[in-house]
C-alpha cells in the first residue's frame, strides 16, 4: 500500500493532498466524487496539523488502499487523541454563512463526504480512517 510519512506541519499540506489526489484519481474515482473526498481528508488532516501536536510538530503517515470499488487513505499519528466520529454536529449548512458561527464545518466535512469514517487508538497512535465508495452517488 502507497503511504508517505512526514513531519505534520501546514507547509507539507500540499504535498499530502497531492499524494492523496494521484492515488485516488489512479482509483477511478468521478471528479466530483474526488474533490469531495479530498475536501474530507484535508479537513482530517488541517485538524492534525493545528491540534493534535500543541508543544511542536511530530510526524504523521498517510496511506492509501483500494479495493473493488472501496478506496480508503489512513491517517495516523501520535498527537492529541481526538475521535471525529463522536464529535456531535452542530452545523446547518443551509444558514446563512453570516449567522454562522466560525469553525465546526471539517468534522461536518469529514461525515459528509466519506462513505465511512472510523477511529481507532492503538497504543500511542490515532489511526482514522476515512473511506469512499466509488458506487456511491455525489454529494451534489
Same mark, same amino acid.
Given at each position: @500500500?502507497?503511504?508517505?510519512?512526514? #513531519?505534520?506541519?501546514?507547509? +507539507?499540506?500540499?504535498?499530502?493532498?497531492? *499524494?492523496?489526489?494521484? #492515488?485516488? !484519481?489512479? *482509483?477511478?474515482? !468521478?471528479?466530483?466524487?474526488?474533490?469531495? *473526498?479530498?475536501?474530507?481528508?484535508?479537513?482530517?488532516?488541517? +485538524?492534525?496539523?493545528?491540534?493534535?501536536?500543541?508543544?511542536?510538530?511530530?510526524? @504523521?503517515?498517510?496511506?492509501?488502499?483500494?479495493?473493488?470499488?472501496?478506496?480508503?487513505? &489512513?491517517? #495516523?499519528? &501520535?498527537?492529541?487523541? *481526538?475521535?471525529?466520529?463522536?464529535?456531535?454536529?452542530?452545523?446547518?449548512?443551509? @444558514?446563512?454563512?453570516?449567522?454562522?458561527?466560525?469553525?465546526?464545518?471539517?468534522?461536518?466535512? @469529514?461525515?459528509?463526504?466519506?462513505? #465511512?469514517? &472510523?477511529?481507532?487508538?492503538?497504543?500511542?497512535? +490515532?489511526?482514522?480512517?476515512?473511506?469512499?465508495?466509488?458506487?456511491?452517488?455525489?454529494?451534489?
Amino acid at each position: @500500500m502507497p503511504e508517505i510519512a512526514i #513531519k505534520a506541519q501546514l507547509g +507539507n499540506l500540499p504535498k499530502i493532498l497531492e *499524494f492523496i489526489r494521484e #492515488k485516488v !484519481s489512479a *482509483f477511478g474515482l !468521478s471528479e466530483q466524487a474526488l474533490y469531495e *473526498f479530498e475536501v474530507a481528508c484535508e479537513e482530517a488532516l488541517v +485538524n492534525i496539523i493545528l491540534y493534535a501536536y500543541p508543544e511542536s510538530p511530530g510526524e @504523521m503517515s498517510v496511506e492509501f488502499s483500494g479495493l473493488g470499488d472501496i478506496c480508503t487513505v &489512513t491517517v #495516523k499519528d &501520535t498527537g492529541v487523541r *481526538f475521535d471525529p466520529t463522536l464529535e456531535e454536529i452542530k452545523v446547518d449548512p443551509d @444558514m446563512p454563512l453570516e449567522s454562522r458561527e466560525e469553525g465546526g464545518l471539517g468534522i461536518y466535512f @469529514m461525515h459528509m463526504y466519506t462513505s #465511512k469514517l &472510523t477511529y481507532e487508538r492503538i497504543g500511542d497512535e +490515532n489511526v482514522l480512517k476515512l473511506v469512499r465508495d466509488k458506487s456511491e452517488k455525489e454529494t451534489f
